[in-house]
């Protein structure tokens, strides 16, 4: 090895060594940024009442300097809920809420299975109730149905987004189970309202293709394992305002999730967006409309 | 802290921000890992075993000294793979062994397993057990592999004196029983890198005891940032935290010698 080959492998390691070691010091620069989690869950949270499983979840969010929290779906994990069920399920999540006002907005619990009752529903939760957006939406219906176009136009009535479960398993969905395919496919039948495809699909190498050319969709990066990539890939793709962090809590960790964006070679403004900024952003007109102060 | 659940070199399927041994070492340094168990993820698939144990003896010497430790793969289904159990303790010095019995085509009722199991004991080598290496759901189409089972483990381990394993890659939350049969002959251990469900390390420590629960990343093919997290989620006193992070590990080392 020459003299001038060993200079310059010295340099490529002090580079290597700070670029780690920049990387290693991002949970520090985890306070500096004000995290939304858009993807919450009261379910497998200990606690008899919503108001206990709020205060559990509250306490772990804490631990990581989450700000808020958006819950849907109550506890029940029964994705063939009845409209009883739907409505018991969304006054958990109200009660929840209202428990701790500054910490936590809610989301309604729909399904293209009831789309008369789905439009009451959203009426008594969303246009004359607390909650902000619809979704996560995970029942035995696939999204991209003609029957959830009266959920959409709810949507866009008071510019709320949709949060959309979606999968791609190797072995198959579940009967009913959205993928990002449908996703695509009911956003671009309503090009004005802003979807959240959730989990990306779970297999996120092929969920953030399928989603990459229409424009009204972000990918929400919550519920799978923290792979090292995904975040980089989706913001390469999407770009950062298309990204979004969520965490499936109480199924899956804050930690974990978070780890995805914290741990990503991504600049701070890219964090900044996916932890929070976009998330504000999609809920902007309506917290705007129902005079709340963030 | 000492990490007791990262791999070298390249994951079959995807590349990784960590998959150069200098740039690991560097990012497991700069998050305050001491120590970090490798195995190599050449292990997985390769059939010259024996290469991919000296490549990662030799790399985790060059590029880790002080903070590396080697645990080189073992295939019970190869020829002859006692040898490379040989290779791992006497000329490589490592303290232990990986396993990837999905990936390798065993499961643990095959007699070859209690022959490792009993050759690991007498050569006081720890025996780390991976389930999966990734979530079977979103697995290559033409490389699906369905995790372990481990449900014969506990009684395995019993009739094993001496052997001392640690499970790496698995959600024990989602059988905790099995998870305290398995701990209860104190000598089974569980990394967290897969452990999920809010709280859930705490949820564990409670389930199983803090001494049986190691701090494991699964990096690179997982973000670091998610085990440390979990940590600070789970609101462990400092003595459990200790414990968990790296004084579990230290002990099962000196156990072993």
Not at chain 1, 86 to 110: C, I, K, Q, T
Not at chain 1, 247 to 254: A, L, Q, Y
């Amino acid at each position: 090895m020459t003299r001038r080959t060993l200079l310059t492998g010295v340099g490529l390691s002090s580079a290597i060594a700070r670029t780690a070691a920049q990387n290693g010091r991002a949970l520090e620069s985890a306070r500096h940024f004000r995290i939304w989690d858009e993807h919450c869950h009261l379910g497998q949270i200990p606690g008899d009442t919503p108001e206990q499983r709020m205060t559990a979840l509250v306490r772990w969010a804490d631990r990581l300097g989450i700000e808020r929290l958006l819950l849907s779906q109550g506890y029940d994990t029964d994705l063939h809920p009845t409209p009883a069920g739907f409505r018991e399920e969304n006054d958990h999540v109200m009660r929840a809420v209202r428990e701790f006002p500054d910490r936590a907005f809610g989301s309604v619990y729909l399904s293209p299975a009831y789309p008369e009752f789905s439009v009451q529903e959203f009426n008594r939760c969303v246009r004359d109730g607390p909650m902000v957006s619809i979704g996560e939406l995970e029942t035995d219906r696939r999204c991209s149905v003609p029957e959830m176009d009266v959920i959409v136009e709810c949507a866009a009535s008071m510019q709320v987004p949709i949060l959309q479960h979606a999968w791609l398993k190797i072995g198959g969905n579940e009967p009913g189970e959205s993928s990002p395919y449908d996703v695509v496919a009911i956003a671009r039948r309503h090009p004005q309202v802003q979807f959240v495809c959730v989990h990306t699909g779970g297999d996120w190498e092929r969920g953030i293709r399928i989603i990459r050319d229409t424009e009204n969709v972000s990918a929400d990066i919550a519920g799978s394992n923290p792979t090292s990539g995904f975040v980089e890939m989706a913001v390469r793709e999407l770009g950062p305002e298309r990204v979004i962090y969520g965490s499936d809590v109480g199924g899956r960790s804050f930690a974990s999730q978070l780890a995805k964006v914290l741990g990503a070679e991504i600049p701070d403004t890219a964090k900044d967006l996916i932890l929070g900024g976009n998330l504000r952003r999609l809920l902007a007109p309506v917290l705007r409309a129902k005079g709340y102060r963030t | 802290m000492i990490d007791v659940n990262v791999n070298l070199s390249r994951w079959p399927f995807r590349r990784l921000r960590g998959d150069e041994p200098d740039f690991l070492a560097a990012k497991l340094r700069s998050c305050g890992v001491q120590q970090a168990w490798a195995g190599t993820f050449d292990g997985v698939l390769h059939k010259d075993i024996a290469s991919a144990n000296a490549r990662l003896a030799s790399d985790c010497r060059q590029y880790g000294p002080g903070l590396l430790v080697p645990f080189g793969s073992i295939n019970p289904k190869l020829p002859d793979w006692q040898e490379d159990v040989r290779r791992c303790h006497e000329q490589y010095k490592m303290p232990g062994i990986r396993l990837h019995p999905n990936y390798h085509g065993y499961d643990l009722t095959d007699a070859a397993f209690a022959e490792l199991l009993h050759l690991a004991a007498a050569r006081r080598m720890i025996v780390q057990l991976a389930v999966r290496m990734e979530d079977e759901r979103t697995q290559h189409p033409l490389a699906r592999v369905p995790p372990v089972d481990i449900s014969r483990l506990p009684d395995l381990v019993a009739s094993e004196p001496g052997v001392h394993v640690v499970i790496l890659n698995y959600n024990s939350l989602e059988e905790p029983d099995l998870a305290k049969r398995a701990t209860a002959t104190g000598r089974v251990y569980f990394d967290i890198s897969m452990v999920e469900s809010v709280g859930g390390v705490a949820r564990l420590a409670s389930e199983v005891s803090p001494e049986h629960i190691l701090f494991g990343s699964h990096y690179p093919l997982f973000c670091f940032e998610s085990a440390q997290l979990k940590v600070r989620e789970a609101g462990m006193d400092q003595a459990e935290t200790q414990s968990v992070t790296r004084s579990n590990a230290l002990q099962l080392l000196e156990a072993m010698k």
